[in-house]
């Protein structure tokens, strides 16, 4: 069953949204994700266990926001023939995922759209199989509020995939200060699921990144920045964004590997004894 979309005004709020104070953030993003499938700190590999675990059925209506290069949706229209929309709000991410999925799954009922996530509603609350937000829970205003806004997306027996930071170790002050966040701005895994399961979700799995995930990750923006650098020495903004990146990648060798967590939290809702004793 394909779903559509409309749009409704933006939700409010947001924990930390990309910078836009210099070049402009999308171009950046493409260039510093030129050669990323998956624009987050995960495996292929993990990801492609994550898909197999979903079991969706032919034709599930679903959504994920944020879809960046849409690897995770393409990867469920790939196994499952799923139908419905990646929202994403990077024009050039949009591209990279619509010829993407003209070149694997060109029959595909799944539609690409550009615009901002938060104004996504499906057609009909609770109708999709799965919805997800991997990568952006700024959209929606932080990880409780991404939370409950896919929870009314989805069907009862519907998945809910979402990410989050966590803090490894207590981050020392001058991290936080170079990168231009505060204590608060993350939790624990642990804590990262109980939000879910305060919101009555069980925690069905989660994809923890290891140090090769997080080094992938970063690396790849290191290393497209300075093939672009060598490909585009021209272009104005270069000087910006080596010295962007220059600056991420110190942080990150310094603090950040050894003090930031990510994983993916996959939630779905709890069944209920009437449901079990049903089953
Ligand atoms: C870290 S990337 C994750 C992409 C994808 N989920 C993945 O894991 O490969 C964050 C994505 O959020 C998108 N994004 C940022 N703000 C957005 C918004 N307000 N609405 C929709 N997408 C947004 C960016 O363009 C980018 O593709």
């Known amino acids: 069953m394909p779903c559509s979309g409309r749009v409704a005004p933006a939700a409010e709020g947001s924990v930390r ?7 402009d953030i999308w171009k950046f993003y493409d260039i510093t994700h030129r050669h990323h499938i998956i624009c987050n700190p995960i495996s292929p590999e ?4 994550l898909v197999e675990l979903l079991r969706l059925p032919s034709g599930a209506p679903v959504v994920d926001i944020a879809s960046g290069k849409g690897e995770f949706l393409v990867r469920l229209a790939e196994t499952y023939g799923v139908s419905g929309f990646g929202i994403d709000i990077s024009p050039h991410f949009i591209r990279d995922a619509r010829a993407r999925l003209k070149a694997r799954v060109p029959q595909s009922e799944v539609v690409f759209q550009e615009m901002d996530g938060a104004a996504f509603v499906p057609d009909a609350a609770q109708s999709l199989a799965l919805a997800a937000c991997i990568g952006a829970s700024w959209v929606f205003g932080g990880h409780g509020a991404t939370l409950d806004a896919l929870n ?3 069907a009862p027996c519907g998945w809910i995939v979402v990410d989050m930071r966590s803090w490894l170790q207590e981050p020392v002050e001058e991290y936080l200060k170079a990168s231009d966040t505060t204590r608060a701005s993350f939790a624990t895994h642990a804590e990262n699921a109980a939000a879910g399961e305060e919101r009555g979700l069980e925690l069905a799995y989660t994809l923890v990144s290891n140090k090769d995930d997080w080094d992938r990750y970063e690396g790849l923006q290191w290393y497209s920045v300075s093939e672009y650098a060598r490909a585009h020495p021209d272009d104005p903004d ?7 990146v220059d600056k991420e990648r110190s942080v990150y060798l310094r603090w950040g590997r050894a003090t930031l967590g990510w994983a993916i939290y996959v939630f779905r809702q709890r069944i209920s004894r009437s449901d079990r004793s049903a089953a």
Do not use: W
């Open 17 to 23: 949204q990309p910078r836009s104070d210099y070049v």
């Open 46 to 49: 993990k990801l492609d266990g």
């Open 152 to 154: 009314r997306f989805v």
């Open 238 to 244: 270069l000087r910006e964004i080596v010295d962007r």
